[in-house]
């Protein structure tokens, strides 16, 4: 017997009206204590490339504690077959449009937000 019933039967989930109402709680109601928030800053090109990256007014945003860019995390993780050479952010290159290029990390979700927003990248085009 499968979790929704047997098969060929309609089943159930017995949680739906707590969901409606509300009453369950996800991964992102979480709060721990001493939690950071982070936002990524993303490339508005198809392909770029990352000619300077300025966090300045970023850190100086009330609430944000760090930024981070390619520069500073060049180490290749990936971890699907077909992705050895992915990259938490662009270094260098950016190959598509929304290709994670820093991180903001804060207090809270507003000032992740308002960090990254602050952030200027400097991009060069290049052909696709």
């Not at 509300?22 to 928030?37: A, C, E, I, N, S």
Request: net charge neutral.
């Amino acid at each position: 017997m499968s979790a929704g019933g047997p098969i060929g039967r309609p089943g159930g989930r017995g949680d739906l009206l707590r969901r409606a109402l509300g009453q369950v709680r996800f991964t992102d109601d979480l709060r721990l204590p001493r939690m950071l928030f982070a936002k990524l800053v993303r490339c508005p090109h198809p392909h770029a490339r990352v000619v300077r990256v300025d966090e300045s007014a970023a850190l100086a945003t009330p609430g944000v504690l760090a930024t981070l860019t390619g520069d500073e995390l060049p180490e290749r993780f990936g971890i699907l077959p077909w992705t050895p050479d992915e990259r938490a952010l662009a270094l260098g290159t950016a190959r598509f449009v929304g290709d994670a290029v820093a991180a903001v990390a804060a207090v809270d979700e507003r000032a992740a937000e308002q960090g990254a927003s602050r952030v200027r990248v400097e991009y060069e085009p290049l052909p696709a």
